[in-house]
């Protein structure tokens, strides 16, 4: 049977080329990146290498990033290292309703373990942040604001330079949850006014259990992780080399093929929702219509519920999500959708396809020919109809 993923924004398989430099830092180039002798001295050259791609690709330098053990730990790292080391200066931080559960759950934890009061910003129908409730929920005791670069379940893009505008202006770090946007999107930390940028390589085609934390110079924030010296102090704990080494090329050949890949995601994207269209009513696009990544289509198909279609299309080989991998079989309707207003009826059919550059118009008429079908048959079946 034909496999066809399209659950990118869940993790991407491992490039190639990225499993073609690691493997060498599994077996030959064992060492610890910490030894002093030649062993070591090889792997911490590959490190600082890695290192150095990343923060080029982000118009950094290469002493402001740390490597952690993905998205999760880079924004608990931001959140409550950034909270620990600013109590004397308040404890409000303003988030929204849409971010991750990586976000979301620890400022719930600095809430409930250090007092902390946290102000959720509501997002508009296309599940854009609202500028004036932000800007109007700042206060005197507000240190942090966080906010995502690209929702992973709808893809809509949020106004980052316009939010770190408004956290500047009343000296309040911005963090920012870039997981899903690098790679797809240009970021440049400096340009857009980033204190603080989540990373993981799973995202884009890298190894999982390997992300990195941008800190601008500067930035008052906590070692979350204690330990050894490592990462400047910041990050104790042995450094995953292989996993860098992976993580540095899966940077490198993204924003190479930057340009490349998001034409070619735009054509799928746009062939796949138009084909379903011509087949399907009632249909309808979550997210932004434009500000958006291009390799995500959020799709609420009404009078069916998501679960059955993501086990009908699982059937074909077809691999989607409802929402986010992490809250999915709670059949809870989706945070996301329910901030953005998408009424219960409508967000409980709702499937994220997420493309990859490997995707083809080959899989999208797969779909076409194999996804109208089954959504005819469970609306045939559905009381809902
Ligand atoms: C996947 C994801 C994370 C978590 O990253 P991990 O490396 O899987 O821990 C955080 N934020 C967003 C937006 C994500 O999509």
Known sequence: MKQIYLDHNATAPVRKEVMDVMMPYFTDEYGNASSVHSKGQAAYKAVESSREIIANAIGTESVDIVFTSGGTEADNFAIKGVALANLQKGRHIITTEIEHLAVLEPCRFIEEELGFEVTRIGVDKYGVVDLNKLEGSIRKDTILISVMFANNEVGTIQPIKEIAKIAKKNGIYLHVDAVQALGKELINVDELGIDLCSFSAHKLHGPKGIGALFIRKGVKITPFQNGGHHERKRRAGTLNVPGIVGFGKAVEIATLDLQKTDKHLKKLTKRFFNGLQKELKELYLNGHPENRLSNTLNISFRYIEGESLILNFDLKGI????????????????????????????????IRFSFGYENTEKDVDYCLAEIPPIVKRLREMSPLC
């Open 319 to 350: 691999y989607a999500s409802t929402g986010s991998a992490c809250t999915s079989g709670s059949l809870e309707p989706s945070h996301v959708l329910t901030a953005m207003k998408v009424p219960p009826d409508i967000s409980q059919g709702s």
